[in-house]
Nanobody, 123 residues
Framework: QVQLVESGGGLVQPGGSLRLSCEIS????????IGWFRQAPGKEREGVSC????????YYLDSVKGRFTISRDNGKNTVYLQMTNLKAEDTAVYFC????????????????WGQGTQVTVSS
């Protein structure tokens, strides 16, 4: 059974940091890409970052480059999204997803999703 479980969200002040975790089970992570998406109220879901596990490539939304880092802990079968210098516009529900995307920013190309974790950046 494929399962993705996010954790690590919360309330943080502008300029602060959070680390999101995506714990993965039920499939071989080595064959997939793991994407992080976010969705703010009234907005479409947007791709934030992706780790192409087979190739080791990493991709980022322009607005988070230099602030967010995606990584993998092989021993725990977990993918992380380290977020620093958070801004109010980063406020959203963050989801991780697994797939074999040609376009990492397209949610339609991911077959499995977690339930999401809320990130709120506010003073």
């Amino acid at each position: 059974q494929v399962q993705l479980v996010e954790s690590g969200g919360g309330l943080v002040q502008p300029g602060g940091s959070l680390r999101l975790s995506c714990e993965i089970s039920g499939f071989n992570l080595d064959d997939y890409g793991i994407g992080w998406f976010r969705q703010a109220p009234g907005k479409e879901r947007e791709g934030v970052s992706c780790l192409n596990v087979p190739h080791g490539s990493k991709y980022y939304l322009d607005s988070v480059k230099g602030r967010f880092t995606i990584s993998r802990d092989n021993g725990k079968n977990t993918v992380y999204l380290q977020m620093t210098n958070l801004k109010a516009e980063d406020t959203a529900v963050y989801f991780c997803a697994a797939g074999q995307p040609l376009d990492w920013t397209d949610p339609e190309e991911y077959a499995s999703w977690g339930q999401g974790t809320q990130v709120t950046v506010s003073s």
